[in-house]
């Protein structure tokens, strides 16, 4: 950190043009802007930083830092780059950035290559590589660039005439305003929302609470956030993120940063537009994807409808690269086995995997790449536990497989495949009150490794006839056989409702135990308990 200071503030001094390299997702559009505002704000009002961006394109660039960039940045004047989350696997650019005469910071968080160590820069800021003593290592690459940011920002105030004052205004404003986009990162980017992660969430959610800066504002009224309260982890997982992430998957994660960067209302607007667009546009690519999926997933059904001990690897030229991941995560929920998805361009296969707790998939991309001295099987692969980028020849697309297939023959226990659901606490039907919600919202944000509290509750009655909702969801009315009932909402993103119900050949009058998480909707003011279904069986008196 010290000398990635240094080096900044020599540049900024020396009025030097810095690039930082992005990446096209949310985590690293918001690291861009992040550290572009902070490099701003450290320079003398008289004499603004040359601060630039790179942010590649999914398709035509991939995923990492390209040696041509960096060409084309010294020829531009570039000496300095700074890269956020990304480059830390990123050895080829690193040596062309020495033999161009570039000054390379890596700020990432990804996990270095176990055997090639990490890349040659001027500094690495990752707390994931070997010796690091920082103690989060499952900081988001956001957060990473807001320690850098800090840093910057900090050792800037101690430089001021009044220096107390200064690091009073970093810390009570500019911090806690750098924080919204760091939340919106860290949750987007699924890293366990535990320690430090969890106080940068719930700081930034609340700082959410009627943003000024005219692109937020935009986002959050196009996704139809109310900006009179903070957002909750969820709103922001699944309403804001989808819409900035569409920007890398569908065109050009850059508009991106601009709508974060831009003062003017208009084009904020313009750009939120643009981005819930492009949003609509990439659910309906996945769901054309998805259709084709589904037929593929049938057929890989044995007699009795299970699938494999192995990870499903799919592929398809068609598929568009944008949305390879969220296609390789609604495999992994419908089948509870690892999935990598792969399209085809120009010779090579992209792709995308998503994984199960118990197996790690960067490991096993590692352990397939080269086993036993036998030919290297990637161009490119990276990622961690969960989610994985990998390119290859299309040509080696079946060997791929083979070694897949035998990794997966040793770590794909009955174990790591037998889905489990936790259940937090059983109560009675009573106890399902407003009040009980209240200390639930209480206990938020909710996300990976602070997941929202599921309840059981035990014997109740089906008060009315099942109601299926577009022929995918399910509405039930449930009773404990009090003058009272609550309705339970059943969303088949992982689960066959109308299936499931048929299985269990559900009826108005039917006895059931109910796995759920508590809702509230509210309609013309009026606050109303629902329960969303988790899972559901029959009574021990209906079986």
């Known amino acids: 950190m010290r000398e990635a200071v240094a080096r900044i503030e020599q540049a900024v001094r020396?009025?030097?043009?810095?690039?930082?390299?992005?990446?096209?997702?949310?985590?690293?559009?918001?690291?861009?802007?992040?550290?572009?505002?902070?490099?701003?704000?450290?320079?003398?009002?008289?004499?603004?930083?040359?601060?630039?961006?790179?942010?590649?394109?999914?398709?035509?660039?991939?995923?990492?830092?390209?040696?041509?960039?960096?060409?084309?940045?010294?020829?531009?004047?570039?000496?300095?780059?700074?890269?956020?989350?990304?480059?830390?696997?990123?050895?080829?650019?690193?040596?062309?950035?020495?033999?161009?005469?570039?000054?390379?910071?890596?700020t990432d968080h990804h996990l270095p290559d176990d055997v090639a160590g990490i890349p040659e820069a001027l500094a690495v800021i990752n707390p994931s590589q070997p010796g690091c003593p920082y103690p989060n290592k499952s900081l988001c690459g956001a957060a990473v660039a807001f320690k850098l940011s800090h840093a910057l920002l900090s050792a800037h105030a101690s430089t001021q005439p009044d220096p107390a004052a200064a690091h009073t205004r970093l810390r009570t404003v500019l911090l806690p305003s750098f924080l919204k986009l760091v939340a919106i990162a860290t949750i987007a980017d699924s890293v366990p929302l535990e320690g430090e992660n969890r106080a940068i969430a719930w700081l930034g959610l609340r700082e959410l609470r009627n943003p000024v800066q005219p692109g937020l504002r935009a986002l959050m009224h196009v996704a139809k956030l109310p900006l009179d309260r903070a957002p909750t982890a969820t709103e922001v997982g699944f309403r804001l993120a989808p819409r900035i992430n569409a920007a890398g998957r569908m065109d050009i994660a850059g508009d991106v940063v601009e709508l974060f960067l831009t003062r003017d209302p208009i084009r904020a607007q313009t750009l939120a537009e643009k981005l819930d667009q492009l949003n609509q546009d990439r659910r309906a690519t996945e769901a054309e994807a998805l259709a084709a999926i589904e037929q593929e997933l049938a057929a890989l059904r044995d007699a009795f409808g299970q699938f494999a001990a192995e990870c499903i690897i799919l592929d398809h030229p068609d598929w568009h690269r944008g949305v390879l991941g969220i296609l390789a995560s609604r495999v992994v929920e419908r089948t509870n086995r690892p999935a990598l998805i792969l399209t085809h361009q120009d010779g090579s296969a992209h792709g995308s995997g998503r994984s199960i707790a118990g197996f790690h998939l960067l490991d096993a991309l590692t352990a397939v790449h080269e086993p036993a001295g036998a030919p290297t099987l990637f161009t490119k692969f990276g990622g961690h536990a969960h989610a994985v980028g990998l390119t290859l020849a299309s040509d080696r697309l079946d060997l791929f497989r083979r070694r897949m297939r035998g990794h997966a023959a040793l770590h794909l226990t009955p174990t790591v495949l037998t889905p489990t659901i936790s259940c937090d606490a059983e109560i009675p039907f009573a106890a399902i009150t407003l009040d009980l919600h209240a200390w639930m919202e209480r206990l938020e944000p909710f996300g990976n490794s602070a997941p929202e509290p599921v309840f059981l509750t035990r014997d109740l009655t089906l008060a009315s006839p099942i109601r299926f909702i577009k022929e995918r969801h399910v509405c039930l009315c449930l009773?404990?056989?009090?003058?009272?009932?609550?309705?339970?909402?059943?969303?088949?993103?992982?689960?066959?409702?109308?299936?499931?119900?048929?299985?269990?050949?559900?009826?108005?009058?039917?006895?059931?135990?109910?796995?759920?998480r508590l809702r509230v909707n509210v309609y013309l003011q009026r606050r109303q308990l629902q329960?969303?279904?988790?899972?559901?069986?029959?009574?021990?008196?209906?079986?």
């Open 531 to 543: 329960l969303e279904l988790v899972d559901l069986r029959l009574a021990k008196s209906d079986l």
């Open 14 to 106: 020396g009025g030097e043009p810095i690039l930082i390299y992005g990446d096209y997702d949310v985590d690293g559009t918001t690291a861009t802007v992040l550290l572009k505002t902070a490099i701003e704000r450290i320079a003398p009002p008289d004499r603004p930083a040359q601060v630039t961006y790179h942010v590649p394109h999914r398709i035509r660039e991939g995923y990492g830092m390209q040696t041509n960039v960096l060409g084309l940045a010294a020829t531009s004047g570039i000496r300095l780059v700074i890269s956020v989350d990304t480059g830390i696997r990123a050895f080829a650019a690193a040596e062309e950035a020495k033999a161009l005469g570039l000054d390379l910071i890596v």
């Open 479 to 516: 009773t404990d056989g009090s003058s009272a009932s609550l309705e339970a909402l059943g969303w088949s993103r992982t689960t066959d409702w109308p299936e499931r119900c048929s299985s269990l050949s559900l009826t108005q009058g039917s006895r059931i135990d109910v796995l759920y």
